[in-house]
């Protein structure tokens, strides 16, 4: 579902590994998270790479939303979210939402981080 829209994809595993990979490829437009990581959660991970980055994109992703889990994520700098499993037309809307604020030229050609 990504692949249309990204150069590049990136992985990591853990909470930590996503806050090392985003340290070492500045250049990352999108990053998608998940809530629940080993080691760091998606919060922390989030709330350090905003120490970095204040622009980048950042998706986070769960099967289990509710109110205290979205107020949580807009708080820990959160772009926005979605529930698991994907739904291809939301996640559509999430991208043009975003980044058609940003380069239209570039828009679709982004490096994505997927968490």
């Given amino acids: 579902m990504v692949k249309k ?7 990591a595993e853990t909470g930590d590994e996503a806050v090392a990979v985003y340290q070492n490829n500045p250049d990352i437009d999108l990053i998608l998270m998940d809530f629940y990581m080993p080691n760091m959660n998606g919060y922390e991970a989030t709330k350090l790479i905003r120490l ?3 622009e ?12 205290d ?34 380069n ?3 828009r679709y050609h982004m490096n994505l981080v997927n968490y």
């Fill in 69 to 102: 889990d979205i107020k949580e994520s807009t708080e820990s700098g959160v772009n926005d979210y979605f529930d698991k499993p994907y739904n291809k037309t939301l996640f559509n809307q999430l991208i043009k939402k975003h980044f058609n604020k940003k």
């Fill in 104 to 106: 239209k030229k570039d």
């Fill in 52 to 54: 970095i980055n204040k």
């Fill in 5 to 11: 829209y990204s150069k590049e994809i990136l992985y």
């Fill in 56 to 67: 980048v994109i950042i998706f986070i992703q769960t099967a289990l939303t509710n109110s």
